[in-house]
């Protein structure tokens, strides 16, 4: 199996500019989550989806982010306009349902907004 | 709501020497715990979970964690380090009936040669 596979793996992009981050989780799975990783909040849950449906958002720090499933290989989570302050890991991950099923990660998309 | 945490931002220890990484977690019902590795520039990797059964768990690359339910507890522990093992290792917790997994801080292990 190819993994979760996510594009681009780094990006550097100027303030106010869109930023696209892209997803495609492993076959077969019907959950698919986003993660945030920076140094100083460790890990932290952005959206998840359910057989491509949105289920929590809670995470989303603000309108600048969306998230998107428009079919169960594919997920996209855009931030526009994106700011400094945005830059992180943005992790992708996906796992089957189930009782205690394990969720499988991307290699990342390093962002850097200058 | 669940939580978790992993009280030590790093831990040294000497290549041979017995490790332990700590994991405390707090959830509603019964939980599903779960040990994660991080190298440099890399994806999170599943290194073990609990989900049930002997509260011992083992899992790759000779990792094993013990549930401790009195304590809310799940450390990760080694019996021999390697080198190899520095990394950064994250513990996550998921409420039975609930679809999310939270992630703990991280915890930077050094293994010194």
């Known amino acids: 199996d190819a993994g979760v596979i996510q594009s681009p793996r780094h990006e550097v992009t100027e303030m106010g500019q869109e930023v696209t981050l892209r997803c495609k989780p492993i076959?077969?799975?019907?959950?698919l989550f986003w993660y945030r990783q920076t140094m100083m909040r460790g890990l932290e849950l952005l959206i998840y989806f359910n057989n491509n449906v949105p289920i929590d958002d809670s995470g989303m720090p603000e309108d600048r982010f969306s998230a998107k499933m428009p079919n169960a290989s594919f997920s996209t989570l855009k931030i526009q306009p994106s700011e400094p302050r945005d830059s992180a890991v943005y992790f992708c991950?996906?796992?089957?349902?189930?009782?205690?099923?394990?969720?499988?990660f991307g290699e990342g998309s390093w962002l850097t907004v200058v | 709501a669940q939580s978790v945490a992993q009280p030590e931002d790093q831990v040294n220890v000497a290549e041979g020497n017995p490790l332990t990484v700590k994991c405390t977690y707090s959830v509603s019902g019964n939980p599903y715990l779960f040990w994660y590795v991080q190298y440099p520039n890399r994806g999170l990797q599943f290194l073990l979970k609990y989900i049930t059964g002997d509260n011992l768990v083992k899992g790759s690359y000779g990792f094993e964690a013990e549930f401790n339910k009195s304590q809310t507890s799940f450390h990760l522990k080694k019996p021999s380090a390697l080198v190899s093992d520095s990394a950064l290792y994250f513990c996550a917790v998921r409420d039975i009936g609930d679809d999310k997994i939270i992630f703990g801080k991280g915890t930077r292990l050094h293994i010194l040669p």
């Open positions: 076959s077969g799975h019907d959950y």
């Open positions: 991950a996906s796992r089957t349902g189930g009782t205690g099923n394990t969720i499988y």
